[in-house]
DNA sequence: AGTCGAGAGTTCAAATTTGAACTACTTGCC
DNA sequence: GGCAAGTAGTTCAAATTTGAACTCTCGACT
């Protein structure tokens, strides 16, 4: 009897209304593995971050992205989009930032009621250093263990689901 | 510039002592696309397991992995192992579904320091009923997205990176 | 037997996360 | 102009998560 994550062990023709469609052993080999590596990945990155850099995942993830945009700042609702999170979460994590002085608030000029988070020189520099460390693991537990024909089915499926739950989303 | 996630836009000859391999763009499509994916599909869900049946996808979790273990019962350790959680937080989560009924623990016989969780009857019952959403859900948002071949290149990657992470772990 | 390092779970305090309520501002439209 | 409906961010309380410290037990070895 296989062991199931989305479903009890031997589906019992029982109880809902429409007789679901379980998920068959590829499916639930891929959704296992999804889940799976996705929990280690985290715990492995959020403890090497905070040890290298004292940083976690999230913080980590705020300033790459402020530092990809274009100047160095954007607005807590986009930003909250970009790293799927609550805003409540954003606003949060932009403080704790904010204390490190890695981060800084500016208002918008054309919107009274928004706000822009801002790398600041320090926070640039933090993300310097941290980087190398944070790319190097993410390439030897994930990258470098997949192929690129592998890598590409993983862009390009997952990239697919996204974009599905974002449309879902935005309803 | 591109827009990375693991490293600062544009990596500039500085810094560290040796100078990392970036992601290319192809690297980090994948790795974007997997974090993405992952927190997108882990809200859903989350969202959807508490409306219909008043659990987080962690105790769904649990409930899963009893009832599909031998006798509906694990030990703490293994159900934290194969959680991948931190065993204060399984010890949290457990006590919660044993105020809700839904699991028991009993000590174990031969290991006076060991515990089973064991699914309680009211247990199996409330996952009879949580799992078709949940596996409807996962099935929509995933699986039915994917090809075949998307779904074995997922299984058999990600399920790599996952032993690879385990053994790390288990040095 | 006696001891010492490792293992199983729990407890504890601190950090994080979340949704709901709330404030203040914008917008589209009469 | 003036309003209703929607937005942006924050605040708040409650739930969760985590690592470290701690207790007790196992096991191997002397």
């Not at 068959?24 to 929990?39: G, K, L, P, Y």
Request: charged share 25%.
């Amino acid at each position: 009897m296989p062991s199931t994550s989305s479903a009890p062990s031997a589906p019992p023709s029982a109880a809902s209304p429409y007789e679901p469609r379980w998920l068959d052993e590829e499916e639930m080999a891929a959704w296992r593995s999804f889940v799976t590596a996705s929990n280690l990945l985290n715990r492995r990155l959020e403890r090497q971050l905070k040890e290298d850099s004292g940083l976690s995942h999230t913080q980590y993830e705020i300033l790459v992205h402020l530092s990809a945009a274009p100047a160095g700042s954007l607005r807590m609702t986009e930003l909250a989009d970009k790293l799927v999170t609550s805003k409540s979460g954003l606003t949060y994590q932009v403080t704790q930032l904010e204390k490190m002085g890695l981060v800084g608030r500016r208002s918008c000029p054309s919107d009274v009621r928004g706000v822009f988070a801002e790398l600041t020189d320090q926070g640039r520099e933090l993300l310097r250093e941290a980087a190398p460390g944070h790319v190097a693991l993410v390439r030897e537990l994930l990258i470098d263990v997949l192929s690129r024909e592998q890598l590409a089915v993983l862009a390009d499926g997952l990239g697919q689901v996204s974009a599905r739950l974002r449309l879902d989303d935005a309803l």
